[in-house]
């Protein structure tokens, strides 16, 4: 290819796209106001806490998520509080429990049917499938698409197969319009759809895509955010991080490789993504560390998962990894045995999960 997608050369973005026109607080007409003019200073401050309902109440240190707190376990293993770091705006520490909290609520919404391969498609099938998503997880690699364009896209593939009978030979043309709607959402700067046909070998036309994208876009009714296990992965390799007994990138690399596996299975979709990104760390601590205990008092309040809560995924999670030297879709396993990802995918998979790990 002549140019790569990811290139933003000579873009320049707009300060006035990210401003907010909410009403609520309307800037003083006032351009220039003496420090010494303390009546309307004092006016000012007195309307902007008042819009803004600031609280001098000041919440007690140590209290994790008391709005949402879960009982403690019955251990000397203390909860450690991965919201702590105040001064970091990307964190969002003083809203974080809130956020997911909505993402648990919402992720019952937007997910697709377990059970349309057998009720809705006749001329396509799970292999089919997989053969897809092993191949987008390519196009994924070649583009340098962000992970939460690949998990939506996969996402959107599914509900829309749900409640629509689909043709082989349109199965691809359904997932790169997939993949071009989630760039859209997540990139930056996301491929034009003249390259999503490119890497089809112009199998199909862009006017093809263009329509299936709309036929896609009308069926979803334009419902494009939906929680996936990356949003949630996020978050629970935080809270396993909060004891360091591995080096971090490589429990987080581990974790993204064993959610990605999950994404070739037709069966792991009557998993939810939070379940599923859950016992992802869970996986991911025991085959870094087999010989110690996985789940901790932190991972429990964080997730809102008990050990046995997790045990049926994370059996066909752990299946998944060890048949997985021998699968016929490699995409993933070579994408997790570079170097950049720590190699993950070349670790070695304990053939069996001590039974105790799952006891409470």
Not at 144 to 150: E, G, I, W
Not at 210 to 225: G, Q
Not at 264 to 289: D, N, T, V
Not at 303 to 324: E, F, G, I, Q, W
């Amino acid at each position: 290819m002549d140019f790569s997608p990811t290139k933003s050369d000579g873009v320049s973005v707009s300060m006035d796209e990210t401003m907010s026109t909410c009403d609520s607080f309307k800037s003083p007409e006032v351009e220039y106001m003496d420090s010494r003019d303390i009546p309307a200073i004092e006016s000012i401050e007195r309307k902007t806490f008042s819009n803004l309902y600031i609280s001098d109440h000041v919440e007690e240190t140590g209290n994790i998520c008391n709005r949402d707190a879960i009982v403690e376990m019955e251990t000397d293993d203390k909860i450690i509080d991965v919201d702590d770091n105040y001064m970091d705006p990307q964190l969002c520490a003083t809203f974080a429990c809130d956020i997911y909290k909505h993402l648990r609520a919402s992720e019952l919404k937007k997910r697709p049917s377990t059970d349309f391969m057998e009720k809705i498609q006749k001329d396509i099938n799970c292999n089919m499938r997989s053969i897809l998503i092993d191949w987008l997880v390519e196009v994924a690699e070649e583009y340098r698409l962000v992970p939460d364009t690949l998990y939506l896209t996969v996402n959107y593939i599914d509900r829309y197969l749900s409640g629509n009978m689909m043709n082989r030979q349109r199965l691809q043309l359904l997932g790169v319009a997939c993949m071009m709607i989630a760039a859209k959402y997540e990139e930056i700067c996301a491929p034009q759809v003249e390259e999503f046909c490119y890497i089809t070998d112009n199998t199909y036309f862009k006017e093809e895509v263009l329509e299936m994208e709309s036929s896609v876009l009308n069926y979803l009714k334009f419902e494009m955010t939906a929680a996936t296990a990356k949003c949630f992965l996020r978050r629970f390799v935080r809270a396993a991080q909060g004891v360091n007994e591995v080096p971090s990138m490589q429990l987080e690399c581990m974790a993204n490789y064993i959610a990605e596996l999950s994404l070739l299975e037709y069966s792991m979709l009557r998993y939810a993504p939070s379940l599923i990104a859950a016992s992802a760390i869970f996986l991911a601590k025991f085959i870094l560390l087999p010989s110690k205990r996985p789940w901790n008092s932190t991972l429990q309040h964080y997730t809102l998962y008990k050990p046995s809560d997790l045990s049926d995924c994370v059996k066909d999670l752990h299946r998944l990894c060890c048949n997985n030297h021998n699968s016929t879709l490699p995409a993933i396993r070579e994408k997790y045995n570079q170097h950049k990802y720590k190699c993950v995918a070349k670790k070695y998979c304990p053939p069996t999960i001590p039974s105790e790990f799952f006891h409470n």
